[in-house]
């Protein structure tokens, strides 16, 4: 018999996951094209939820109509969905690039990629303060409809609805564009694909454009789900990084499952173990799964295969 | 783009196109680009260097822009000049050359190390000795408050960053959860000495912890190290970064066993008793001082120890290990022993620093080992010079103190702010590190050339630009 708690932590944990789906996308594309950690993905995910808190709270329309909040929600994400972008494009610029250039070591990128991460993060805590705030509150989140007694809330199905439109569109953008077909290139063999004309630089930058995009909608959703503050990105940033690495690094499809995957256990052995564990399980999962899949559920595939 | 021109017979509509479309347009010319990169760079500027922003009006930093324009307006003329210096300045940069091709010329003489193997380095007695002294009278040239942060920052995260060099540096494993064996170091130190909830079998005095901890945290590096020892670099270093995560949770939550969040209070000192004669650190004030020597003992015995480990049998094959794996293996070497032995050397390093923590500060809470310490660390390392012990301790004493010493010029929240431009602005202009070892010197070189990859621990990062 399946309790009714079990689908009171469900739900959520789908929520979760979906958002750490997204997030761990951005993880992999990075490192499917550069084969490097993107450390600073986490702060991406900050300033977009920033940005989108700056423009809400510019509007200032607190308890709007039904209408008015479907179009302030489209705004957030929008505002969320820039800021994320322009944020990896410049990290890319400034704390990548010029190590490409320069054909550094894997190391020096991750480090690079480290003090881009503090930066960032306290470049936020400077210009917003350190302490935490809400978003405005755009509609009520009111129970929609229950499954087998759990509720299932507008801001879960904002959120699933969201994270899933923008997982197929990703699906379709690397598989049926040519700009994807320009990220699977890359991220194959990155020499012989400038060899055909692909124009690395531009790829990666669009990547970049394309991780950013989403992190910064998940930041917009995450702060819609609890609160903004400097410090937001990292518990999610790691959490949604060992998920990318469960699903199989450099994988789309794995990131997505990955997430999943974690987001569900995680909300489960909030249940079964108290709330202060549930990170633990997240890593425990992951470090069962690579024991027994050492390239992750699914395996590397946009990655070389070595 | 390239510099033959179509030989049009007529010149047709189409042509006319063509050749528009190869001649770039003048908002196409990359100086724009730059010009816009760089008054960006004037905005965050302003930013960073600008007030702090507030909870309640988090527009304050952006508004603070345009109503106090002078900051702002100062940072955009200043980059604008270091623009116009970048692309009209080259009559004045010819002017420099010769200086500067000087100096170019010195580096390239002392940089010249592609040489055939690594020369075992001479000891030079008198210059070390010297060293020694300075370093053994330290503490009283510093006022009080510099000596904490010499031995409770400085001193410890030296320990920890040689340790960390042994795994990272030595036999290339990346190991992002350090930090982990630092809290077991701590953790067991307060257990062995009776500080927890839960009562040891027999108490201890932190001396006699060292090698428990070492013990402790030996088994801790094998039992993390024997079932990732399958992984490559990326998995390796977020499954330590897992193990780390997962110490410092059940730090925090086990409450019955550790305190959790609140900590653990009363840990005693070190303390020596031959019987007849009795010495405690930490009773007569100087606390600082006495433990600034300890460390300087227990680490002035690692150094020795490691730098005849780097160039023993063992290093060598860490070294091997760390080039080519397979190639190592192939030639038998054994690589699960000597991966396990440098994640249990590291290991064991770091919890001896956690005992010195444990019993320096007296009380801890798991707050001192988040992840971000263990990222840090690493940072230091390489800042210092991956594999280079002189390097790495120097790196970190430089990293460790730096924030101390912003402190009185900066917003102390913003010191991480400062560490990290200087993270990224140091990985862009010299990856190698501070001072870089020989060996890392050469591949990087002979990477640069084109020889070799720089990394040998895994491919190059891909989308390499000519």
Wanted: glycine share 10%; net charge positive.
């Amino acid at each position: 018999m399946i309790s009714s708690e079990f689908w009171d932590y469900l739900i959520p944990g789908i929520a979760l996951g979906a958002l750490y789906a997204v997030i761990a996308i951005g993880y992999t594309l990075v490192y499917g094209v550069l084969q490097l950690i993107n450390f600073a993905h986490s702060e991406v995910f900050m300033m977009g939820a920033f940005a989108s808190l700056l423009v809400l709270t510019g509007i200032d329309a607190s308890h709007p109509s039904a209408a008015m909040s479907v179009l302030l929600v489209a705004v957030g994400m929008l505002a969320a969905a820039s800021a994320g972008a322009g944020t990896a494009f410049a990290l890319e610029k400034v704390a990548y690039r010029p190590l490409r250039r320069r054909n550094a070591p894997r190391l020096a990128f991750l480090i690079s990629a480290i003090g881009a991460s503090f930066f960032l993060q306290n470049l936020a805590g400077k210009m917003f303060g350190h302490d935490s705030k809400s978003m405005p509150e755009l509609f009520r989140n009111k129970k929609v409809f229950s499954v087998f007694g759990a509720q299932v809330t507008v801001l879960q199905l904002l959120i699933l609805g969201t994270a899933v439109a923008m997982m197929l569109a990703l699906d379709l953008l690397v598989n049926r564009t040519k700009m994807g077909a320009g990220i699977r290139a890359v991220a194959q063999d990155a020499e012989t694909a400038s060899l055909m004309g692909v124009d690395i630089d531009r790829v990666v930058s669009r990547t970049f454009l394309v991780g950013g995009f989403m992190g910064g909608v998940a930041g917009f959703l995450f702060g819609m789900n609890s609160q903004v503050v400097f410090t937001m990105g990292f518990a999610p940033g790691i959490t949604a990084f060992a998920a990318a690495v469960v699903g199989g690094i450099g994988n789309i499809r794995g990131a997505m499952i990955g997430g999943m995957l974690l987001g569900i256990v995680e909300s489960f052995s909030s249940w079964q173990l108290g709330e202060e564990w549930r990170y633990v399980s997240a890593f425990a999962a992951l470090v069962l799964v690579l024991m027994f899949r050492p390239t992750g559920i699914l395996g590397e595939r946009l990655g070389r295969s070595a | 783009m390239s510099g033959t021109t179509v030989e049009a017979p007529a010149r047709s509509e189409t042509a006319r196109r063509i050749a528009a479309l190869r001649t770039p347009k003048w908002y196409q010319n990359a100086r724009w680009t730059r010009l816009g990169g760089l008054l960006f760079a004037g905005i965050v500027l302003t930013l960073m260097f600008g007030e702090q922003g507030s909870v309640d009006d988090v527009f304050f930093a952006l508004k603070q822009l345009y109503e106090d324009p002078l900051p702002t307006l100062m940072w955009l003329v200043l980059m604008t000049a270091v623009w116009a210096f970048m692309e009209f300045g080259a009559p004045l940069r010819e002017r420099a050359r010769p200086v500067l091709e000087a100096v170019g010329a010195r580096q390239k003489q002392a940089g010249s190390v592609v040489r055939s193997g690594v020369a075992r380095p001479v000891v030079k007695w008198p210059l070390l000795a010297a060293g020694g002294l300075v370093l053994v009278l330290l503490p009283e040239f510093l006022a009080t408050y510099w000596q904490q942060i010499l031995v409770g920052e400085i001193a410890i995260y030296v320990l920890l960053a040689v340790g960390l060099n042994v795994v990272v540096g030595w036999a290339g494993l990346l190991d992002l959860g350090f930090i982990a064996f630092f809290a077991v170091g701590a953790y067991s130190s307060a257990y062995w000495t009776g500080s927890l909830p839960v009562d040891p079998p027999v108490k201890l005095t932190p001396f006699l912890v060292i090698p428990v901890a070492m013990l402790t945290c030996l088994l801790a590096g094998l039992l993390l190290g024997a079932p990732t020892l399958r992984l490559r670099g990326d998995y390796l270093a977020i499954v330590t970064l897992g193990f780390h995560e997962i110490i410092y949770l059940v730090a925090k939550n086990r409450e019955d066993f550790t305190n959790g969040p609140r900590g653990v209070i009363g840990v005693p000192p070190f303390k020596l008793d031959l019987g007849f004669w009795s010495y405690t650190w930490g009773d007569s004030g100087l606390s600082p001082k006495q433990y600034w020597w300890l460390i300087l003992v227990l680490g002035g015995l690692l150094i020795f120890l490691f730098r005849r480990l780097e160039h023993s049998r063992v290093g060598r094959a860490w070294t091997a290990i760390r080039e080519d794996e397979v190639a190592a293996a192939a030639n038998g070497v054994n690589t699960v022993k000597y991966k396990l032995m440098a994640f249990a050397i590291g290991a064991s390093t770091s919890g001896i620093a956690g005992v010195v923590y444990a019993s320096k500060i007296g009380s801890f809470s798991p707050e001192s080992f988040i992840l971000m310490y263990s990222v840090l660390v690493l940072a230091y390392v390489i800042f210092g010079g991956m594999g280079s012990l002189w390097g790495v301790i120097l790196g970190t004493a430089f990293l460790a103190w730096l924030p101390q010493f912003l402190k009185d010029y900066v917003d102390p929240k913003d010191r991480f702010m400062y560490l990290g431009a200087l993270l990224v602005i140091m990985m862009i202009y010299r990856p190698q590190g501070l001072i870089p070892s020989r060996r890392r010197k050469r591949e990087l070189i002979m990477a640069k050339e084109g020889i070799g990859d720089a990394d040998a621990m895994s491919e190059p990062v891909g989308g390499r630009i000519a």
